[in-house]
């Protein structure tokens, strides 16, 4: 039985969206299209065009769905590993939720509708289950970098810097995603306009986290704190465009935030103890 996998797991398996997944898991395996930027390739191959779904490799004229592409590029055709990696992967949560990368023509960029009375729900969210400290928050929500969504009271966290927001959801079903239309390169940034650092994180919850552990120490400091949205080169690239060689990597603990800093190595980097840096100012 060890060795063997059912039904109702291929099925979970065939339900994970391929781009986001290896966007999250192996991000050295998918890039965004230098020509044609609405669609995703892998690095090595730009022939092999990723979408959720699947893949073609048209200098080959071989495809497949998601469980096949981790059969061929992940697990040398290992079937039942590849089964069981996207069936666990989906059974956590939809993370990432992004442009969809099959679709000819984008949809223009829309923020969602803004609570006009309130924001509590987004205010608890973020003192009390993440930690995060109220004088922090009001700082966003002043420098309108973040709001409540009007439906489902959803932290947006607006990019200052291009079309781009981070969308959190508030309740107890975990949920992550990007706004309508936003750039698939984009990037979430808060702290200083004119940084002497600039704090690479995989979330806005992240960076959030990490300048408030840092002001902790430092009352004021001339750090900015970004978010990627993900472990994505081409928003990595755009952030150093931007601000030169001041950024500092500090995404996560885990295999997937380590294979994407070995692939830039000319980036100082900084570890969170736990897991992410969440985790780490929910302990202090």
């Known amino acids: 039985m060890k060795n063997r996998v059912g039904k109702s797991q291929i099925e979970a398996a065939k339900s994970v969206n391929l781009v986001i997944y290896l966007q999250t898991k ?21 022939s092999l065009v990723i979408t959720s779904r ?42 990432w939720d992004i ?6 023509s984008p949809k223009p960029f829309m923020l969602p509708s803004k609570e006009p009375d309130a924001y509590k729900r987004v205010w608890a969210y973020l003192t009390v289950k993440r930690h995060i400290p109220a004088s922090i928050v ?5 420098e309108k970098t973040l709001y409540q969504a009007e439906k489902y009271g959803n932290c947006v966290f607006v990019s200052r810097d291009c079309k781009y ?9 975990r949920y992550k995603g990007i706004a309508q239309g936003a750039d698939a390169d984009g990037y979430w940034v808060t702290g200083c306009s004119a940084p ?17 552990i840092h002001r902790k120490s430092v009352l004021k400091n001339q750090h900015a704190y970004a978010s990627l949205g993900g472990l ?25 935030a380590n294979k994407f800093a070995e692939q830039h190595p000319e980036l100082e980097r900084i570890i969170p103890t736990k897991k992410d840096w969440n985790d780490v100012l929910r302990e202090q």
């Open 196 to 212: 002497d650092k600039v704090y690479v994180c995989e979330s806005a919850i992240d960076a959030v986290s990490l300048m408030s």
């Open 232 to 256: 994505k080169h081409q928003s990595l690239q755009r952030l150093m465009q931007k601000y030169s060689d001041k950024c500092v990597l500090a995404i996560d603990s885990d295999d997937a």
């Open 26 to 46: 192996h991000p050295y395996l998918i890039m965004q299209d230098k020509k044609y930027h609405s669609r995703y390739v892998h690095p090595e191959h730009d």
């Open 138 to 142: 009001q700082e966003l929500f002043d």
């Open 54 to 95: 699947g893949f073609y490799r048209f200098s080959v004229g071989k495809g497949g769905d998601q469980i096949q592409f981790l059969q061929d590029y992940v697990y040398n055709g290992d079937f039942i590993a590849a089964v069981r990696a996207l069936a666990e992967y989906a059974g956590e949560c939809p993370i």
């Open 99 to 104: 442009v969809d990368a099959e679709k000819s």
């Open 165 to 173: 927001a981070e969308i959190v959801g508030t309740s107890d079903t």
